[in-house]
């Protein structure tokens, strides 16, 4: 019997990072997830989405448990992972882009966990892949001009370095290499998080 991974994390900040897609997603149609993890986001998500085509990815050891949780989701929109990898060489020399005319790109509790060049090099990829006007949603704890916006992300960021993690990125970091990507919303969300909302122009 194979016990599907949990992230008690993901079950806190579903309802409302949903609050936020439904409202910026709305006329979007396929959407892409970097780093799927555990699975519940998308199996929670796509059911209430349904006018999106909601494709999970994330490193092939990841794979069975978010499949553990799409066996549960009975929906045509929600779809088994891709294998994809920020920073893995592909034959074409960098990461490849699973997926084509993706019009929106969500993520969460990824960039913290990325060395700056790969988050980096997230960013550049979202912004190279992602369609004229397509919309990505980028959740997790950010710094503000250098700054920590709680004690307990500044104790969070000791933890993550501790651990061989990049830590919190700075939002203008972000903006530097999100180009061509406009950072237009930036949402507080609980526990000292942000959705952050990137358009393409």
Not at 15 to 28: A, E, F, G, M, P
Not at 76 to 82: A, C, K, V, W, Y
Not at 137 to 161: I, K, M, V, W
Request: charged share 15%.
């Amino acid at each position: 019997m194979f016990d599907k991974p949990f992230s008690q994390a993901c079950e806190n900040n579903k309802q409302s990072i949903l609050d936020v897609l439904n409202r910026v997603l709305s006329d979007k149609k396929n959407l892409l997830e970097i780093g799927s993890g555990t699975g519940q986001h998308a199996a929670y998500f796509a059911p209430r989405l349904t006018h999106l085509e909601w494709h999970t990815s994330d490193m092939s050891d990841k794979h069975l448990g978010i499949a553990a949780w799409l066996e549960d989701v009975e929906v045509d929109n929600l779809h088994q992972p891709l294998s994809f990898t920020i920073g893995a060489i592909s034959v074409i020399g960098n990461s490849a882009w699973p997926l084509a005319n993706v019009d929106a790109v969500y993520t969460a509790n990824t960039t913290h966990i990325m060395q700056p060049s790969e988050a980096q090099l997230m960013m550049q990829l979202v912004a190279d892949n992602l369609l004229d006007g397509g919309v990505f949603c980028q959740y997790g704890p950010y710094n503000f001009q250098g700054q920590y916006t709680s004690e307990s992300n500044r104790a969070f960021d000791q933890h993550l370095s501790e651990q061989g993690c990049g830590g919190i990125r700075d939002i203008d970091e972000l903006t530097l290499w999100a180009k061509p990507l406009a950072l237009i919303e930036t949402v507080p969300m609980p526990a000292n998080n942000f959705m952050l909302i990137w358009q393409k122009e």
